[in-house]
């Protein structure tokens, strides 16, 4: 794993001018109005200087970044000692040699590792709880069925047209939300219909979809082993039970039928 927290010489320097401002400056609980001019007080004569500016800031950004991930997670990097240890390093007198930083470095590494490991099987828990909760409730709802694999549906809107087979390319229309609501996706939002192999989707779709009729519209609970199960993405957490509205709007295999032709 990559060292989360390595000080270059151009990110000592940058970090090093951070440390040389005011407290009141650094510590202001809120930032200049909109309409405030900004007070320069650094004039560049040369390209020069204002490119070693400019690598200042790119460099202060990417540490304070670099800074603040550790405290997301409850391990607090006081900035003061940071600087401490720049302004140790330019004086000549660092407190720490070199294998008594790297062994620090690898240490909070694996801190981060470990603790943010902690969490996630944390958070993944509670979702499979608390999605194990809602689709108990779910299927006392009036007309939910389940199926063999736990796949939870409920006709919204009946009809009685062709259903689907796992082979078959579809299109339909859809939202998709957690269990507490939060949409994550919609071919509603984006203005048109999705249309895709019924057997290159999650297992929950490829097994419900198949019970719809054209023209009918369903309402699944897919509980995680038949969605993204362990996988944690930005929109759907881990172990997330997800709820689908979806109108099949017909069977498209219109291109496969061209392709048998040819």
């Known amino acids: 794993m990559k060292s989360i927290f390595k000080v270059s010489l151009l990110a ?16 202001a609980d809120a930032a200049p109005a909109a309409d405030q001019a900004v007070v320069k007080t650094v004039e560049f004569k040369t390209d020069d200087e204002k490119a070693a500016y400019a690598i200042g800031v790119s460099f202060a950004n990417y540490l304070n970044t670099s800074l603040d991930k550790p405290n997301e997670i409850g391990i607090n990097l ?41 969490q996630s099987a944390e958070k993944a828990a509670e979702a499979k709880k608390a999605g194990d909760d809602f689709r108990a409730e779910f299927a006392k709802q009036e007309g939910v069925k389940k199926t063999e694999s736990g796949l939870l549906y409920q006709v919204v809107t009946p009809a009685k047209g062709e ?21 994550f996706d919609s071919s509603y939002d984006r203005g048109e219909p999705a249309t895709f192999p019924l057997n290159r989707v999650i297992s929950g779709w490829t097994e419900g979809v198949q019970l719809m009729p054209v023209g009918s519209k369903y309402k699944f609970v897919i509980p995680p082993e038949l969605a993204y199960g362990e996988q944690d993405t930005p929109s759907i957490p881990a172990n ?17 039928a061209e392709q048998a032709v040819q």
């Open 12 to 27: 000592a320097t940058v970090m090093l001018a951070v440390g040389c401002q005011k407290d009141d400056e650094t510590k």
């Open 78 to 118: 006081d900035k003061e000692l940071v600087l401490k240890g720049i302004e140790h390093v330019f004086e000549g007198k660092p407190e720490l040699n070199e294998e008594e930083t790297r062994t620090a470095l690898e240490a909070l590494d694996k801190r981060v590792a470990e603790t943010m490991q902690k």
């Open 240 to 256: 997330s039970t997800l709820v689908f509205e979806v109108e099949l709007l017909k069977i498209d295999n219109a291109e496969e």
């Open 163 to 183: 259903q689907p087979k796992d082979t078959d390319t579809v299109q339909v229309h859809y939202k998709g939300t957690l269990i507490d609501g939060t949409q």
